[in-house]
């Protein structure tokens, strides 16, 4: 049996991974996208590394685009075979991968009119809204904690990795000539103490680990710390100020955190009548299927629900879907809360409401999540950087960039550490795969899992194959 580590290999984002075992089953651990470089990414998305027609199972970890971007995509190129995933991560799917057709369509649309000003090639999108109804066709959902068997050599099993709505560890038990080889996934891992997610459960005992390391080299604010540090930033930003706050954040999963904990500020009479503005379509949408999952959240957001029926709703906050009320939102001079995709500000409206308000001393842009260094989210972070292009206008920096760590999705590497030795026993896994983070986090995550007692540890590059 091989694994061949094409995509998320010392880098975060475009997860894929292909195991084949020996008897020529295939099984590809997730198909993300690439993301953070615009148009840049578009030759690193259509170079899949394996011929789609081949592969008879997708095992999906979770919906964000990093992970489950590309399977349209390869449905276009000719895949037929079965996706499996829990019940929530189907129905984000559904909608994410809508919502990526269109923005590709529009991207495309523009990137194609730059090239025919200069006569260059055009492009077409990597997808079409037709190509994400036809593959919906071939999910199938499986619970959590519960084994399922896709064939006579292979089973699965999915565990709730605490990450976002619907995510999972999976667990892969693969027979083969009399053996059978336990292979774990963590796709992404969430924290141990989440606003809105249930902690990490532990997954069942494996002889080889992939495992992410987006933030292997750092820890993390616990989450009460966070809660007093976005009170005070809206504080000082729409009281003091009167200004505006932009936050950008992914749709699904950190919206509806962000969303959640300005909703208790609420209760508690803590958060001052300042208009709360969701600017995003998908955001919207998202938040529809989180309450109809609901149930499947943590204690405390089910605590909630006893006297509040709609943890993600109160009277200052608006979900904005129309394209008109967005931009006006640019004009208004009422100082108020915006949250709007992208999170690493590459797209979506809130580079918009950056571009229009980044000059303005009153504003304060609230990063609260990951940014790959290459994006627009990362680089205006840079506390000596005093310009930066957007929509190809050069834009002074005047506004107030600020960084909350607590809201992140991911846990960090003490976080992780506690959850894999809690249910592992590290004597026990012959190789330990680090993906999904830069160079420099998985080496530091390494000598982590190496103090930890893990041993044989690995950080593949981009095509690199290993015999299990």
């Not at 999952?293 to 605590?303: G, H, K, S």
């Amino acid at each position: 049996m091989k694994i061949q580590f094409l995509g998320a290999a010392q880098e975060v984002t475009g997860s894929k991974h292909l195991i084949t075992t020996d008897s020529g089953k295939t099984i590809l651990l997730d198909c993300g996208m690439y993301q953070g470089k615009g148009m840049e990414t578009d030759e690193a998305n259509r170079d899949l590394g394996f011929d789609p027609k081949d592969i008879h199972y997708l095992l999906l970890s979770h919906a964000h685009i990093d992970h489950s971007g590309l399977i349209p995509y390869i449905y276009s190129r000719g895949f037929r075979g079965k996706i499996y995933c829990t019940a929530a991560t189907r129905d984000l799917c559904e909608l994410m991968l809508q919502d990526t057709a269109f923005i590709q369509k529009q991207d495309v649309r523009w990137y194609n009119k730059k090239m025919d000003r200069q006569h260059k090639p055009k492009i077409k999108p990597l997808y079409e809204s037709d190509h994400v109804q036809q593959v919906m066709k071939r999910f199938y959902t499986v619970d959590y904690d519960k084994p399922y068997r896709i064939d006579e050599q292979i089973e699965v099993q999915f565990t709730n990795s605490g990450h976002m709505l619907g995510s999972a560890v999976i667990s892969v038990n693969i027979k083969e000539n009399g053996e059978v080889k336990r292979i774990a996934y963590t796709g992404d891992v969430g924290r141990l103490h989440s606003h809105i997610l249930n902690t990490p459960q532990a997954f069942p005992q494996c002889d080889y680990l992939i495992c992410e390391s987006t933030y292997g080299d750092r820890l993390h604010d616990d989450a009460l710390v966070s809660e007093e540090q976005l009170l005070g930033v809206v504080e000082e930003t729409c009281m003091y100020k009167k200004g505006k706050l932009l936050i950008p954040s992914f749709s699904v999963g950190r919206t509806q955190e962000i969303v959640y904990v300005l909703n208790e500020l609420y209760n508690e009479g803590r958060l001052e009548r300042v208009p709360v503005y969701v600017d995003s379509p998908l955001s919207a949408n998202a938040t529809e299927i989180f309450r109809r999952y609901a149930d499947t959240l943590n204690e405390q957001v089910r605590d909630t629900m006893r006297f509040d029926p709609d943890p993600f709703g109160f009277n200052t906050l608006h979900y904005i879907t129309d394209l008109n009320d967005s931009k006006a939102l640019n004009k208004s001079q009422q100082p108020c809360i915006v949250i709007s995709a992208s999170g690493m500000l590459e797209a979506g409206r809130i580079k918009h409401h950056v571009s229009n308000h980044i000059d303005d001393p009153t504003t304060t842009i609230l990063i609260v999540g990951y940014c790959t260094p290459t994006s627009l989210g990362a680089r205006i972070q840079d506390p000596n950087l005093r310009y930066v292009s957007i929509f190809g206008y050069d834009h002074r920096i005047r506004a107030q960039v600020t960084k909350i760590e607590g809201f992140s999705g991911h846990g960090d590497y003490q976080e992780m550490i506690q959850y894999f030795t809690g249910c592992q026993d590290v004597n026990q896994i012959r190789k330990t795969f680090i993906v999904h983070g830069e160079s420099s986090t998985q080496e530091a995550m390494k000598d982590h899992l190496y103090e930890a007692g893990f041993r044989g540890i690995a950080i593949p590059e981009k095509g690199e194959e290993f015999t299990l």
